[in-house]
């Protein structure tokens, strides 16, 4: 019990060490600067070629949407996620190694070419992200959470991280033994997991392409907006468009829906006017419901 204390208690100091020393020392593998460079690269082409020209540039929930993405990406973990999440690998770990089991490294990819890291990490990363995705809509308990996600008006940059935490805990939980099957390296992650920002913040921001032929393959604004229609298609009663970075999950299963352009379209969910527009309160609804 003494070690998993130790892991606890250092995870918060870790952490804080690791934060103050990013945001003091740019790098090209600093989360926080590369987060606040793509978001104001992303900013400024929303004030330069807006799709929605009637849209505010600061649309309604920006300032709720700019704290979301403070909060999830950092706070978060500093007030805990982080300490609670290395207990927790820490105990699968040591509970492998009570059965003999030293790693869940299945394939070695540090072998592997590293444009073929990247594109099996990035592949198999966005497939279960896209799996989970569905869930969340599909599942009472789990739209519960997401539904803190649909209640964005408004498009912009900052509405891909106007999520619940809880959502956080679900991606990686069950991301983490299909990834750690596969020997992963930091680097490799780091790169692959901005890129995957840059695409969500493309996908929210209000901005009108759709890559054109490329649109089968990468998920875009002029797709993502269907995601977050209001009203649903009768053959899409639990939603569509549910890809990240990739829109070819949705083309090969079926649940790809552009019908016409959406630039104009309501956002949101049934009775969404009901639902909480402030950041604690959005926190605690799921739990209520």
Do not use: C
């Amino acid at each position: 019990m003494e070690k998993y204390k130790d892991i606890f208690l250092n995870s918060f100091s870790g952490y804080f060490n690791y934060l103050i020393n990013e945001i003091q020392n740019p790098s090209l593998t600093n989360y926080f600067w590369w987060l606040i460079g793509l978001s104001l690269l992303v900013l400024s082409m929303e004030i330069i070629i807006p799709w929605r020209k009637n849209q505010k540039i600061i649309r309604k929930g920006f300032w709720l949407d700019l704290f979301y993405v403070f909060f999830n990406f950092f706070i978060f973990s500093l007030i805990g996620y982080n300490a609670v999440s290395n207990i927790v690998v820490e105990l699968f770990n040591d509970a492998l190694g009570i059965i003999g089991i030293e790693n869940l490294v299945a394939f070695q990819i540090q072998n592997f070419p590293i444009w073929s890291q990247f594109l099996i990490m990035f592949l198999l990363a966005d497939f279960i992200q896209w799996n989970i995705h569905i869930q969340l809509h599909k599942q009472p308990w789990l739209w519960k959470f997401h539904k803190v996600h649909h209640s964005v008006k408004e498009m912009g940059f900052a509405a891909q991280f106007r999520f619940h935490f809880m959502e956080t805990i679900i991606y990686k939980g069950v991301q983490y033994i299909p990834l750690a099957m596969i020997g992963f390296g930091i680097q490799e992650f780091f790169i692959v997991h901005m890129f995957g920002v840059f695409v969500g913040h493309l996908n929210h921001a209000n901005v009108g392409w759709d890559y054109g032929p490329l649109r089968y393959v990468f998920n875009n604004p002029k797709m993502h907006i269907w995601h977050h229609a209001k009203a649903l298609p009768e053959d899409h009663p639990y939603g569509m468009n549910f890809g990240l970075s990739l829109s070819v999950w949705d083309y090969i299963f079926g649940t790809a829906h552009v019908p016409k352009d959406g630039k104009n379209i309501e956002l949101g969910f049934e009775n969404d006017e009901e639902y909480p527009q402030d950041f604690w309160n959005q926190l605690k609804k799921p739990f209520k419901e």
